[in-house]
């Protein structure tokens, strides 16, 4: 075991969380309706975080967990010790993408993400047809949902062309100012 | 002219090991008013103190200045040598040379030094010394119990065998406390209510106790060994002179819908109602609330049907006034609801029960006779699901603290229900299993290995209804935190036990200290385990914290033998280190001026108000006066006293000063 | 007529275009005027919220800024998502002085903080409900599954909305606008929320336990009052049904177009049509 405080702190300064204040009753992964899924669920990745193994944090943020979570806040709103998970999950999504560390198999959600947040980039808002092209190519799963789309722009939800709202350049301007 | 004595005591080496007893004995020789010192090897031993005792006779001291350890230590064995050799015992005083000097420096000149100042200022303290003398307060000899559960049982049966006086209080209509819905108790098995009455009875019968159900503590005035109490008598509407107990009343009483205390609303009761077949007194009361006459002014069926003419409607709240010495709390506790949990249904779910709930299911005298049904079909669950920990150790929803007993109990209903339903199947959802206490852990591995429980170390998340069933989602942490379901008929809360509601209030009534979640605060958690901060109030049972029977009963008894200690003495004797507030002749006769900022000051309700009448009886002055038997000399009133009227005998001002002067005027 | 601003969020503007209609029309039946804040911005949802946190509070943040300039006190979000997140950024930045500054510094306008933000049934809580049961024509007159999810009431201590676990704001409307609201096990549990393209199986799963368990407890419909939940549990119905070895086709309505219906609109004026799984028993109406 490597032991390495460094990362349990910055996590601890970063979502305020105590992580010796979860004493591993379970019951957030009883809860988790996405537990089945996890590679790790959520009070594991609790107990993780409390043995302060570098090697064990480092399973985390390459972790198919941590892509899985949807923030439901079920795990927090039952916690006894109201540990605030889906804040940490937050901040270890962040990191894992930051420094490169994505799952592989979790690729696919996070290309969803990645392809909303550009067509929010562009446009000011989602422009939907945008976002399934985005997503396709960054995914290659060009077939998905074919048959879908033309039922919706029958029924007239998917506009062919984007809003684009006047304020682009002061969305562009903030995703350049929240870039790290 | 003052003659004071100093003795520098060596402790074995404690003291001259760094500080150099010849040479204070030497300089205090020096010291003004000094007529005599000398210093020795042990001064608390017999030839010390005859060297002290000698010293007082043959050199008529007028003052004693011991140099030793802590006063807390040996200040009683010094002052008794010195009232034998016929001097005031409060003119001796202990200057602390060993905790406040050699144990905390080096040798050197330094420490001597100071072993030397400390000595210098207690002999100009007791240069102003004043003789006191003990104060002795009667004591009425008869103790009330408040509570009639096995913990209020105990000690009133204790303090009564002893031969004095009893009066208990008991706020329904039956004693017997929560130990008397119990179905069979752990770590025995054996039946709550089998060897609980006879001891009912025998309090009802016992010929030292007064018993008061149906009653409350309405004030408690006085001090230690002087208590004066009112009683409230809320109206039985039912003479106890006349009522022989029959019963008629409530098989004939329409009003019949009204959930049963007893058997925590799993059953129904009348308007008029004894709570359960076995209740002391075994006589009915009226629950005014509930009765169609005392709402709608119509029906006296009881009355009616009452052979012997006893009821009473017109009859309001009585109270009573009694003189005691001694007061024992034990109020007990209570459990959280289902409905604190919103995870847990709100407890809109008819078959998740609380754990005194299947006490009543278990129990023989409850609403299935034993059997355990269903509240929503009378079904026999098939698979039934206990979850510890409901409420405790949550500090999110419930309390943080661990309840204690639940972990004990649920194994014991796992096992009854084993023990009952052949072919069912148990599951007890737990985080530690908390089983310290002699044949406790050997119980809990019974209920698993031998009754076949399943325990599950994982928190429950939710239960949800579906088609009859109850789903519940727990996780087993030792699968890796895998998420397990069951499909439950019934499922069994350990919630939280939690302070009686009317706890605070009583509390503030008596003027004893509560903790932050409302149980009864002992003096000392270690040394004064039943004792409260206020002398002559003790406690005893789960009014102090969540606990089981055996501890409940040992500590019962332990407030007992408190109380039989205080009684064994016709008087108290306390030391006089107390508050005064000075008198003087006409026409001033204090410095008071009676503005009792003091009396709200004093922590301990020690201070009253006291007319100075003229011979015709008219007042001419109000001043604050310290009741003796309440102070306990901590000094706020002197700080607070704008006319330095109030002063502490033994730590005067005067005598503060001296101490303080010394050290200045070097 | 009383006016309020209005935040449709890019879902109402596309794949849930009938929320948005039913939204107005509803409004409209109420005499409520909703202003849509001018030039408003996607509130970044779970993708921002997920890859970056401050981006995600600086384009929430935008929008509050616009309808505090454009002078609104009170603006109605009926999508879940935007609410929640529009909320908690305002929650969190009030919180913290030093973060406000910060993100008002990025989003380049000074914010406040204090915006009234309104979910649908806060919305009609406040400003129809007592007119609610004069207006019905036409009760309701099903057994509704109301459906909350998370977004509405989680997290609590910051949205203040209705109780945990089993919520009833929605029920009472329902049952007030003549439908019978059913007791069933699934509120608050989650539909799978944003993974509808990037793991449908999540989505049939989760959505599959929500819509059985409203069928087995004879629910005729499930109302939600989240476009995310709406096309989960109705666009996605032919995977849930797949997942559940069982073809369920009771429909997922918005609560104002059920309360749309109750007080006389058409199905077409709230935009019934649009469903994947069809309103049948619109036709009684
Ligand atoms: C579900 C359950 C199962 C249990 N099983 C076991 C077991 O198997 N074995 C075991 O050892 N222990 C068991 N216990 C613990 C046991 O119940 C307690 O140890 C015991 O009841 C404590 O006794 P007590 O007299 O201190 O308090 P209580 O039993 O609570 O009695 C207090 C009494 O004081 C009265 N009172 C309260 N306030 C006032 C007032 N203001 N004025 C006058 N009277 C008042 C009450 O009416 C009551 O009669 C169990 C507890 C629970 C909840
Ligand atoms: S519910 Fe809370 S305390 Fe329990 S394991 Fe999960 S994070 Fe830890
Ligand atoms: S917030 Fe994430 S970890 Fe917590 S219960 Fe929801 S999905 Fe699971
Ligand atoms: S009928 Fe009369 S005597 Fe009999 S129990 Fe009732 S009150 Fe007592
Ligand atoms: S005694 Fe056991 S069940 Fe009760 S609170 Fe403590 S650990 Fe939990």
Redesign the interface.
Known sequence: MIANQKSILELQQHTGVNVNRCYQCGKCSAGC??AD?MDFPPSMVMHMLQTRDEELFQQLLNSKTI??C?????C??RCPMSIDIPQIM?YL??KS?GEHKINHQSR???????A??D??KYT???Y?IGL?AG?KTRTFHLT??VK?AP??YA?????LVP?M???TR??K???S???? | MSKIGVFICHCGENISATVDCEKVAAEAGKMEGVEFATDYKYMCSDPGQTLIKNAIKEKGLTGVVVGACSPRMHEPTFRKACAEAGLNPYLCEMSNLREHCSWVHEKNEQTTEKAIDLVKMLVEKVKKNKPLNAIKVPITKKALVIGGGIAGIQAALDIANAGQQVIMVEKEPSIGGHMSQLSETFPTLDCSQCILTPRMVEVAQHPNITLYTYAELEHLDGFIGNFKATIRLKAKSVDYKLCTGCGLCTTKCPSKKIPSEFNEGLGMRTAIYTPFPQAVPNKPVIDRANCTYYQKGKCKVCEKVCPTGAIQYDLPDQFITEDIGAVVIATGFNVLKTDFF??Y??G?YADVLTGLQFERLASASGPTLGEIRRPSDGQIPKKIVFIACSGSRDPAKGIPYCSKICCMYTAKHAMLYQHKVHDGESYVFYMDIRAGGKNYEEFVRRAIEDDGVNYIRGRVA?I????GKY?VKGADTLLGSKPVEIEADMVVLATAGVSNPGAEELAQKMHVSYDAYKFFAEAHPKLKPVETNTAGIFLCGACQAPKDIPETVGMASGAAAKVIGLFSNSELTREPLIAVVNRSAPPVFSTCVGCCMCQTACPYNAIEREEIKGRDGSVIKTVAKVNPGLCQGCGTCVAFCRSKAIDMQGFSNEQMFAEVMALLNE | MKKLGFYPG??L?????EYAQSVLAVAKAFDLELTEIN????C????????????AL??SA?ILALAEKQGMTEVVVPCAACYNRLTVTQHELNKDEALKQRVS????MPISGNLQILNVMQLIDKYVADRLEEKVTTPFGHKVACYYG?LLV???NILQFD????PQSMDILMKRSGAEPI?W??K???C????S????D?VAK?SGNIVK?AA??GAEAIIVACPMCQSNLD?RRPQINEYLKQKIDIPVLYITQAIGLAVGLSPKEVGL????VPVEFSEQH
């Open positions: 309706q996405l899924e892509w899985l949807v923030s439901c806040q079920n927090i709103e937050d999504r962040e993408a696919d959600i996070v290309a969803f993400h990645r909303f947040l067509s929010i000011g808002r989602l939907e399934i997503y998905q949902d879908l039922k919706m029924k007239g939800k998917l506009p809003e709202i006047k304020g002061n969305i301007g903030i995703f100012r929240t870039k790290h | 919103p995870e249904g709100y809109k939710r949800y209804e579906k088609g789903i | 890019c879902s503007k596309g794949s849930s275009s030039d408003w911005n996607c970044g949802a779970t993708a921002a919220h997920n890859m970056n946190k401050e981006l600086s384009l935008r510094d990025i989003i380049e998370c989680r997290p609590h109780r945990l676990e089993d007791a096990g699934f608050t549990e989650c799978g929320a944003g993974f393209v990037s793991r449908t999540v989760l368990d087995d407890r666009m049509q649009k469903h994947f």
